[in-house]
């Protein structure tokens, strides 16, 4: 347990962090998203080899899906607004970050 060096709340409604928190959040964000990322990148990969009418294309954009939404419930479970495909907006006492995947950073909105 002494390499836990913050607990975020799950599942809060409005959560509103401090701007000193936003780093952490961006951390976690890119933990998050990184596994999801290589998978879905995979399966674009793999799909582009594929007629579209092919079994395993469908398989292949059902995986994708779930991904992506299994993706957009761990950030909304970490109270930021998925924008879009690996794209969050952090809400700040006193200002709007935006997000994206693989950025180390947010950007001031």
């Given amino acids: 347990m002494n390499n836990v060096s913050n607990i ?22 890119n933990t998050i998203s990184k596994k999801s990322y290589l998978k879905v990148n995979e399966c674009k990969s793999r799909l582009k080899c594929l007629k579209n009418n092919d079994p395993k294309a469908i398989i292949l954009q059902e995986n994708i899906n779930s991904t992506l939404q299994k993706w957009s419930e761990h950030t909304k479970r970490i109270g930021v607004v998925p924008l879009g495909v690996f794209r969050c907006k952090i809400a700040t006492e006193d200002n709007t970050y935006i997000w994206e995947y693989p950025n180390k950073k947010a950007d001031l909105l």
């Fill in 8 to 29: 975020f709340p799950i599942s809060h409604k409005n959560c509103v962090y401090h701007d000193a928190e936003v780093q952490d959040i961006v951390n976690l964000l």
